[in-house]
């Protein structure tokens, strides 16, 4: 019988690019790893598209954000997350989900409107949490 995935939830406003790149990531890494974890995100208020430029720099790494799009936060999907993560509530602080949700921050930058560096930049923040997430929860030593 196979393990109940752990269902990671990340969540932004706009749920456009740095809640959907953490999602990619995570989707990518643990089926990679062969790791029971379903990565999964929202936002407060979805927006209409996910940022093209959070699409190319996830392709560059050839990870494929194709059929994703923003999804708007529910109770019920908090609900069934194992574990919650904002990505940066300075953002946008009357938005902000850890005002209603238990979670933990990320503090990332939002990568709206940002040049391809920066939000390349942004792409290795989330790699890199993503992968110590997966690490913790997979019980390995840092």
Known sequence: MSE???????VCVHNAGRS???????????KAKGSP?????????????INPIAVEVMGELGISM???APKQLTQELADSATRII???CG????SCPARIHLSEDWGLD???GQPIEKVREIRDQIRGRVEALLAELA????
């Open 4 to 10: 109940t995935p752990k269902r990671i939830l990340f």
């Open 20 to 30: 959907q790149m953490a999602e990619a990531f995570t989707n990518h890494l643990a």
């Open 37 to 49: 974890v379903l990565g999964l995100s929202a936002g407060t208020e979805a927006g209409s598209r």
């Open 66 to 68: 194709a059929g994703q």
């Open 86 to 88: 904002t990505m940066g």
């Open 91 to 94: 953002v946008d602080a009357t």
């Open 110 to 112: 939002d990568p709206a």
């Open 139 to 142: 019980g390995e030593k840092p």
